[in-house]
T-cell receptor, first 113, second 115 residues
Framework: GENVEQHPSTLSVQEGDSAVIKCTYS??????FPWYKQELGKRPQLIID???NVGEKKDQRIAVTLNKTAKHFSLHITETQPEDSAVYFC????????????WGAGTKLIIKP | DVKVTQSSRYLVKRTGEKVFLECVQD?????MFWYRQDPGLGLRLIYF???????EKGDIPEGYSVSREKKERFSLILESASTNQTSMYLC??????????????FGDGTRLSIL
């Protein structure tokens, strides 16, 4: 079946360095790709999303890139700070469904002081 | 700001009990979702509802049912709770979007333990 693979499962970076999380999707019909951040004990919250007609989107220190040919998209966080420590989830739409998302397994990002 | 409220943060039930998890949203969203979250497995969709009285099975509907009698409320029912249903349950809602995919807004989750 369709799936989204997310790597790495755990990422540890020095404060101030950049972090990159990558997701690969299998459904070529996927057209919407959100990223959610879940801090410990809290709800997942949307931090950035991208649609298939766009190759890159940026919002301050975070950016997402999409390569439709290779069917992968990545989250980039620059100048990491302690508050960036969380679990990050990527997702992709299921076929052309207006409802369903397929989720990656999550990446635990640890920012070392 | 969107508010999605789940009735309980923590719940402990016994095997075989019928369990109800409630979710309410205050933004008149058409679509609502129930997920379970387990370590290393991400979020798995149990059921979703695209409008009142409408429901669709997700990836793992076995052992669960849902009810959407009012637009703001989406209930998840464990018909006969089993220990393998011990998990974190997340509710989400979103606007229908009219063909443009809209983001989902999540509740705080219910950590359910079945003994």
């Amino acid at each position: 079946g369709e799936n989204v693979e997310q790597h790495p499962s755990t990422l540890s970076v020095q404060e101030g360095d950049s972090a990159v999380i990558k997701c690969t999707y299998s459904d070529s019909a996927s057209n919407y790709f959100p990223w959610y951040k879940q801090e410990l004990g809290k709800r997942p919250q949307l931090i950035i999303d991208i649609r298939s007609n766009v190759g890159e989107k940026k919002d301050q220190r975070i950016a997402v890139t999409l390569n439709k040919t290779a069917k992968h998209f990545s989250l980039h966080i620059t100048e990491t700070q302690p508050e960036d420590s969380a679990v990050y989830f990527c997702a992709a739409t299921f076929h052309n469904s207006n409802y369903q998302l397929i989720w990656g397994a999550g990446t635990k990002l640890i920012i070392k002081p | 700001d969107v508010k999605v409220t789940q009735s309980s943060r923590y719940l402990v039930k016994r095997t075989g009990e019928k369990v109800f998890l409630e979710c309410v949203q205050d933004m008149d969203h058409e679509n609502m979702f129930w997920y379970r979250q387990d370590p290393g497995l991400g979020l798995r969709l149990i059921y979703f509802s695209y409008d009142v009285k409408m429901k669709e099975k997700g990836d793992i509907p076995e052992g669960y049912s849902v009810s959407r009698e009012k637009k703001e409320r989406f209930s998840l029912i464990l018909e006969s709770a089993s220990t393998n249903q011990t998990s974190m349950y997340l509710c989400a809602s979103r606007l229908s979007g009219q063909g443009v995919h809209q983001p989902q807004h999540f509740g705080d989750g219910t950590r359910l333990s079945i003994l």
